[in-house]
């Protein structure tokens, strides 16, 4: 039976290694500036998109600006899931403000055309409506054959059990949405002075057996490292899980959620609300690890992306 990836740290990067054979490896670096698109939605209201052409396990930044009246009630639908906004205030006595979102590209979204709808209320013009076909790209992702020892690729009945439902509580916590954006500001390396993230998307085969990608980034850190929240957020799960061993997320609002793992040590409680910067826990080397490290993952949406787009999106945008 195979492990599926919502367990969110999957046995990508966690096995002890017998022989190994790799694509060279690259370290992960800050997303790079995409050319932004821009569709007239009519009424002097215009629909931007961070990127053209995103990637499998990207992330974009939607705004909807308008240059003379106040727009309410937005709703927007992208691959059959209700992208919610924020609206920031305005920046002058005239000007409306903009209306932002989250799109997440999950990291196994096929490659191809998904509609993008948006409707909302212009203040003096009635009902508008904008549609935005968006070309989902073909990631580029490392792959790498491992011989392992057979326990290491086929967990007892018991641990299958113990997986399966914390997969199940997983992804009962990624689909609740919380109205509230709770984050201010751009967000931050969870390792002080650590940028060198590395692994997002790599595909490993066990023993000719192709594995789900990883999810998330790996941070290699000495044990003891304090592990540092990327941004404001409220704690909905502090505690150990099979695959990844003792582990953080951290509800942001709107559906964005940041996940800590292998902690050595967890230092808040489910319910806590963290400010930017406060400490989790420590780098530890629980879960299915060989060595100490953190696994930090991003999910919008329901949807698995790259968590350095975090960084990156918001220090481009200001927000």
């Known amino acids: 039976m195979r492990i599926t990836v ?56 939607l705004e909807l600006r308008s240059t003379t009246e106040t727009v309410t009630g937005i709703k927007a639908t992208w691959d059959n899931r209700e992208i919610p906004f924020w609206h920031e205030p305005p920046h002058t006595d005239t000007s409306p403000g903009i209306w932002r979102a989250l799109l997440g590209v999950d990291l196994e979204l096929k490659p191809q055309d998904y509609p993008l709808t948006l409707t909302a209320k212009a203040e003096s013009a009635g009902e508008i409506s904008c549609s935005v076909a968006i070309n989902v790209a073909q990631g580029k992702f490392a792959t790498e054959n491992l011989k392992v020892a ?19 509580h997983l992804r009962a916590i990624f689909a609740t949405v919380t109205n509230e954006r709770l984050w201010e500001g751009p967000f931050h390396y969870p390792l002080a002075g650590i940028t060198a993230g590395r692994n997002f998307g790599k595909r490993r085969v066990l023993n000719g057996k192709p594995g789900s990608p990883h999810g998330g980034v790996d941070f290699p ?5 304090p592990v540092l929240a990327a941004q404001r957020g409220r704690v909905v799960l502090a505690e150990p899980l099979y695959f990844s061993g ?30 930017t910067g406060a400490v989790l826990g420590k780098v530890g080397a629980t879960g299915r690890v060989t060595g100490p490290h953190l696994h930090w993952a991003a999910t919008v949406n329901r949807s698995r992306t790259n968590p350095l787009d975090l960084i990156s999106l918001f220090a481009a945008n200001g927000r």
């Not at 057979?150 to 199940?168: D, H, K």
């Not at 850190?221 to 490292?225: D, Q």
């Not at 003792?246 to 400010?275: C, K, M, W």
């Open 6 to 61: 919502l367990s969110c740290i999957l046995l990508s990067a966690c096995l002890p290694l017998v022989a190994q054979k790799s694509r060279p490896h690259h370290r992960i670096a800050r997303a790079a500036a995409k050319p932004l698109s821009t569709h007239d939605c009519g009424r002097n209201i215009t629909l931007h998109l961070s990127a053209a052409n995103p990637t499998q396990g990207s992330l974009l930044l």
């Open 221 to 225: 850190a000495p044990a003891g490292t």
């Open 150 to 168: 057979p326990n290491f690729v086929e967990p007892n009945p018991e641990q299958l059990a113990r997986a399966e439902a914390e997969r199940q």
């Open 246 to 275: 003792n582990t953080v997320i951290l509800d942001h609002g709107l559906g964005l959620y940041t996940f800590y793992a292998h902690f050595e040590s967890i230092s808040v409680q489910p319910g806590d609300i963290v400010d």
